[in-house]
């Protein structure tokens, strides 16, 4: 079982960042995902949440309208695409994967995280 988040870097005030977390070795449509963060000396923080079939979203107050996000089962994949990017955003953003059904309800997954750093 992996997830692979990718995509982090350095970005300036204002700019872009897609990040993508590609999920091996269990069935991702039986798994909400999300994408949570943690910054230096913060407690980690939920950012944002897409259920099974992808027809349901949940953000964290701090990201809405900035950030979206989205999956896509066929390729195994989660994205989130964040927009207009604060010196606040910089943390390192890491994939989850909770079971939502079957036998897979119960289990959660994490990946390693990728950082993010925004710059003034």
């Known amino acids: 079982v992996q997830l692979v988040e990718s995509g982090g870097g350095l970005v300036q005030s204002g700019g872009s960042l897609t990040l993508s977390c590609a999920a091996s070795?269990?069935?991702?449509?039986?798994?909400?995902m999300s994408w949570y963060r943690q910054a230096p000396g913060k407690e980690r923080e939920l950012v944002a949440l897409v259920n099974i079939v992808g027809g349901s979203t949940k953000y964290a107050d701090s990201v809405k309208g900035r950030f979206t996000i989205s999956r896509d089962n066929t390729k195994s994949t989660v994205y989130l695409q964040m927009n207009s990017l604060k010196p606040e955003d910089t943390a390192v953003y890491l994939c989850?994967?909770?079971?939502?059904?079957?036998?897979?309800?119960?289990?959660?997954?994490w990946g390693k995280g990728t950082l993010v750093t925004v710059s003034s």
């Open positions: 989850t994967a909770e079971g939502a059904r079957y036998s897979h309800v119960g289990i959660t997954y």
């Open positions: 070795g269990f069935p991702i449509s039986s798994y909400h």
